[in-house]
């Protein structure tokens, strides 16, 4: 079973659409969370990263993360064709030993936004 | 502030050869993470390296290797490639090796 589980979709959503996207984990090690977009041919660009359970919102973007049951989830608002392309989940334990550096990834959900 | 770069973009090789790709953390980070994407596979971790030396690595065979060096600056290594070695080689920097990390565009690596 893998550490993080993330349903690899594919998403098709109208513009306009509210968007929401999960993961699972299942190391309670895991303190850090982000979130990350990914265009075709692109390397992974970060949208939003959170450390406690709770919510932060950024612009049409609110991530939440519910540590008691090992669940994540990023809300997209007001979707736009320009929102197509696959997020991924990622997260890390706190730095030392086999943490440094090292951002665990859910498989990325592909989201298609049509207009 | 520019961002992370990461030459060559593209590689083709055969298998047998060995390659080596590098990667220009930004300004001021001295954490330099690798990992390798692959549809199969996703985004897996290969190794971590700060002020010249490997902090982690990850379940990768011993033909993929890294150095940093005293500018921060990266190169991995893979020796005797084998068709499986295909895919998307990603760097990303940070200043202390946890958390947040920024990703370069990517070096995409096919084996013949």
């Known amino acids: 079973q893998k550490e993080v589980e993330q349903d690899p979709g594919p998403l098709s959503v109208p513009e306009g659409a509210i968007v929401s996207l999960n993961c699972t984990y299942s190391n309670s090690a895991f303190q850090y969370f982000m979130w990350y977009r990914q265009y075709s041919r692109k390397g992974p660009e970060l949208l939003m990263y959170?450390?406690?359970?709770g919510n932060k919102e950024d612009g049409r973007f609110t991530a939440q993360v519910d540590k008691s049951s090992k669940y994540i989830s990023l809300f997209i608002r007001d979707s736009q064709p320009s929102d197509s392309a696959t997020y991924l989940c990622?997260?890390?334990?706190?730095?030392?030993?086999?943490?440094?550096?090292?951002?665990?990834f859910g498989q990325g959900t592909i989201l298609t936004v049509h207009p | 502030k520019a961002g992370v770069t990461q030459t060559p973009r593209y590689l083709i090789k055969t298998r047998g050869q060995q390659v080596t790709l590098s990667c220009s953390p930004i300004s001021g980070h001295r954490s330099v993470s690798w990992y390798q994407q692959t549809p199969g596979q996703g985004l897996q971790f290969l190794f971590e390296y700060f002020s010249e030396t490997q902090r982690n690595k990850g379940n990768f065979p011993g033909r993929f290797s890294g150095r940093q060096f005293s500018n921060s600056r990266s190169e991995m290594n893979v020796s005797t490639l084998e068709l499986g070695d295909s895919a998307l080689y990603l760097c990303?920097?940070?200043?202390?090796?946890?958390?947040?990390?920024?990703f370069g565009p990517g070096t995409r690596l096919t084996v013949l």
């Open positions: 959170t450390y406690s359970s």
């Open positions: 990303a920097s940070n200043t202390r090796g946890a958390d947040t990390q920024y």
């Open positions: 990622a997260m890390s334990a706190s730095a030392g030993g086999t943490s440094y550096g090292k951002l665990t």
